[in-house]
């Protein structure tokens, strides 16, 4: 036995006393599929001080793609101790099919100490479709091309421990409402696309207690491990559904008082130890979960402007605010070999500038007790900035300090509203609604089937192009939208009024045939289109029955088979 200790010694002190290297790699996966997580497991002896830190010690992994585009993986630190074997991992999914080529490269200090030779691995392909990216002002594209429009709700966070809402305390700190009850009922649904925080009650990553949240275990890791399993388990749990999340990633755990740098919001901006340490957490971020084409959208604030005005009195230099973005959406986009969908996002007030942010994909505000004005604020913010614009909360009431049961009607109309407004308007995700707890206990939530089959057939009839059509119309109290996908018309047509109403329209007719039917979303019903008369190239549209505050969705034209 002495012997056997002796030689266990002398074996970790001989391994100590060996230069920083690679000691060996190994890929966990047995079959390597295009747009499929493969992992690789890479053991490494060096020392340092923290392995989360770039500036201290960093593994890449590099990449020859089939059609010998160069591609640079992160790599993250999995267990190990300084000086000893540590064990590091890669997250990989092939955006091509064929041969790659790759190799491992350890830094430190930012200078390459050790690489290993190129090996090579076969990507299969496979049934799925890859990361999400933006392709125009209404819809994404998978990286097989595949269009994609966003349907779907804010789920912010899990349920807290403790809850500030005067009416809706017990329902907020319902157990109930986790991830895996929640999001399984939303693609049940129809549902494809959510909202969630990262913040210090929900996926506390860089927070070591208060988290306000019985899910999360107070650590003295510099990463929370369970906040680092919660998100594994929420990425695949989405894979698994073929959900899509906007991550919000927001400042971390920034504050002195919290182990970051910054002594206040303002300082987090300027502060450049506090910029490097929010790098490397969005290394960490990439390294980890940047394979899955579940991560939707990185958005890195919310509602910032609020945060410019946390000290009303003495706001944040909005320059500042405009830098950050620019400095971290350059360096994200160049970190990320997926190019996942960049955003970030104001409640109500412009940052002058930040729309203008090269490396923002989409931009993002959001709107409540305005529902009626998401069409046109859309529509205005798309031809300013050139560049798509979502609307990621929204709703009838924002005050949580009100019994939304008083007016729950006005709650699930304009939740409808929203979403029916959001689908004929061109933006790649339909405005995303707050208040998910209140709306899943009414039933709400179940609506976006309604949406979906819509959206569907839209896509469907034009591959992903949509085209606004004019129309004319002159009843008060019924809105009404048009869009062409192809060579069918989609109108959307809702009466407002207290009474019955019957429109007649007019528009292009773009060479469509002159078949329709009609959808009653609230009944869930379809029926021909009568009425219906082509006089040049006008269509016209006689005699639509709308009942009391209800709506209707009229197709006109022949169905892509």
């Not at 986790?178 to 939303?186: D, G, H, I």
């Not at 980890?288 to 959208?297: F, K, L, T, V």
């Not at 179940?446 to 034009?462: C, E, Q, T, V």
Request: aromatic content about 14%; overall charge neutral; glycine content about 6%.
């Amino acid at each position: 036995m002495k012997k056997v200790i002796l030689f266990a010694c002398l074996f970790f002190w001989l391994l100590k006393m060996l230069p920083a290297q690679i000691l060996s790699t190994a890929v966990l996966t047995a079959s390597i599929r295009q747009y499929e997580k493969s992992v690789w497991n890479i053991q490494l002896k060096a020392a340092w001080e923290n392995p989360y830190l770039q500036e201290d010690i960093s593994l890449e992994m590099q990449f020859i793609s089939p059609v010998h585009i160069k591609l640079v993986l992160p790599c993250y630190y999995e267990s190990g101790s300084s000086g000893l074997a540590s064990t590091w991992r890669a997250r990989f999914s092939p955006q091509e099919s064929g041969t790659y080529q790759y190799r491992f490269i350890l830094l430190k200090t930012g200078v390459a100490i050790d690489s290993t030779e190129y090996k090579s691995f076969v990507s299969k392909p496979s049934g799925k479709d890859g990361i999400l990216h933006v392709k125009n002002n209404w819809v994404f594209e998978f990286d097989n091309g595949k269009p994609f429009r966003g349907i779907g709700e804010n789920i912010g966070w899990e349920s807290r421990s403790n809850d500030d809402s005067r009416f809706f305390k017990a329902l907020h700190e319902n157990k109930k409402y986790s991830y895996e009850l929640m999001l399984p009922e939303l693609a049940g649904h129809g549902a494809n696309y959510f909202r969630t925080w990262v913040c210090s009650w929900n996926l506390p990553i860089d927070w070591k207690k208060g988290f306000n949240n019985s899910r999360y275990l107070t650590t003295p890791e510099f990463y929370n491990p369970s906040a680092i399993n919660k998100l594994d388990s929420l990425v695949d749990l989405c894979d698994s559904l073929h959900l899509h999340m906007m991550l919000t990633l927001g400042p971390g755990a920034y504050h002195q008082r919290d182990g970051g740098f910054a002594q206040s919001a303002a300082d987090f901006f300027v502060n450049s130890q506090s910029k490097a340490l929010y790098k490397n957490r969005l290394r960490y971020f990439v390294a980890r979960w940047g394979y899955s084409s579940a991560i939707g959208a990185w958005e890195f604030f919310n509602e910032v402007d609020n945060v410019q005005f946390s000290n009303r009195t003495n706001p944040i230099n909005p320059q500042d605010i405009v830098q950050w973005h620019e400095e971290m959406s350059t360096y994200l986009k160049n970190l990320d070999p997926y190019k996942h969908v960049v955003t970030t996002s104001i409640s109500h007030r412009d940052i002058k500038g930040l729309n203008s942010v090269a490396g923002i994909d989409i931009n993002q505000k959001h709107i409540y007790k305005n529902t009626e004005s998401i069409p046109m604020q859309i529509v205005q913010y798309n031809e300013n900035f050139k560049k798509p614009y979502v609307i990621g909360e929204y709703s009838y009431e924002w005050d949580w300090s009100k019994d939304f049961n008083l007016f729950a009607k006005e709650m699930d109309s304009d939740f409808k509203r929203g979403l029916w407004y959001g689908l004929f308007s061109p933006t790649p995700i339909l405005p995303l609604s707050w208040w998910w707890e209140f709306f899943e206990d009414r039933g709400t939530d179940h609506y976006f089937n309604r949406i979906r089959n819509i959206s569907d057939r839209m896509l469907k009839a034009g591959g992903g192009t949509f085209e606004e059509v004019g129309f004319t119309d002159s009843t008060a109290g019924v809105k009404t939208m048009a869009v062409r996908c192809g060579k069918q018309l989609f109108i959307y047509v809702y009466n407002s009024n207290a009474t019955p109403k019957t429109i007649s329209l007019g528009l292009k007719s773009f060479g469509i045939k002159v078949k329709g039917t009609r959808y009653d979303p609230e009944s869930e019903k379809w029926s021909s289109l009568s009425g219906i008369q082509k006089k040049s190239n006008q269509l016209l549209i006689k005699e639509v029955s709308l009942n009391a505050v209800s709506d209707a969705v009229l197709i006109i034209g022949e169905e892509t088979r």
